[in-house]
T-cell receptor
């Protein structure tokens, strides 16, 4: 079993749609959680950190469920520019190693 | 925004050659990492360093080696390149706190013929 699992997609949605991605992690000792965005043939870039109480940044909302060991990302009012691969990333303070999921691909169509 | 640099951006080389991929950051970060990523696939950690003279192998076995003689510099070396080494290599760094974001370089796309 992978340490961080994501649905690879692709999620094909029209502009303006709301789309949600989930990610599950296997290590209950995980302490830090992030969503990164990666465009084709580019390096990953931090989209947002995920906090225990949940957090929002504009159209993006992230949630953490420690009991069920999953995190989610909700994108409202999708834009064409949101088309990318979204990477779930989990880390443990003790090791500072960050484990990347394989990513969920999002395609937003006009 | 990111002060982490990788060179070369693209490298096409013949089998058997020795290559070094450069990675430098000017942010004074202790933690540096090398990831390998094939097209459409996930990132795999191949090496990491927690500071000068500290290097560790990552989760994916790699024939490459790394060194960390200076905080800002974390080069990756392949003594004898093979076609199976063809991939994208991404260097990254972050600060002491685990919840600090990871800064990535632009990557080196390596093609071994």
């Amino acid at each position: 079993r992978k340490e961080v699992e994501q649905d690879p997609g692709p999620f094909n949605v029209p502009e303006g749609a709301t789309v949600a991605f989930n990610c599950t992690y296997s290590n209950s000792a995980s302490q830090s959680f992030f969503w990164y965005r990666q465009d084709c043939r580019k390096e990953p870039k931090l989209l947002m950190s995920v906090y225990s109480s949940g957090n929002e940044d504009g159209r993006f909302t992230a949630q953490l469920n420690r009991a069920s060991q999953y995190i989610s990302l909700l994108i409202r009012d999708s834009k064409l520019s949101d088309s990318a691969t979204y990477l779930c990333v989990v880390g443990m303070d003790s090791s500072y190693k960050l484990i990347f999921g394989s990513g969920t691909r999002l395609l937003v169509r006009p | 925004e990111a002060d982490i640099y990788q060179t070369p951006r693209y490298l096409v080389i013949g089998t058997g050659k020795k290559i070094t991929l450069e990675c430098s950051q000017t942010m004074g970060h202790d933690k540096m990492y090398w990831y390998q990523q094939d097209p459409g696939m996930e990132l795999h950690l191949i090496h990491y360093s927690y500071g000068v003279n500290s290097t560790e192998k990552g989760d994916l076995s790699s024939e490459s080696t790394v060194s960390r003689i200076r905080t800002e510099h974390f080069p990756l070396t392949l003594e004898s390149a093979r076609p199976s080494h063809t991939s994208q290599y991404l260097c990254a760094s972050h600060d002491r706190a685990a919840n600090e974001k990871l800064f990535f370089g632009s990557g080196t796309q390596l093609s071994v013929l």
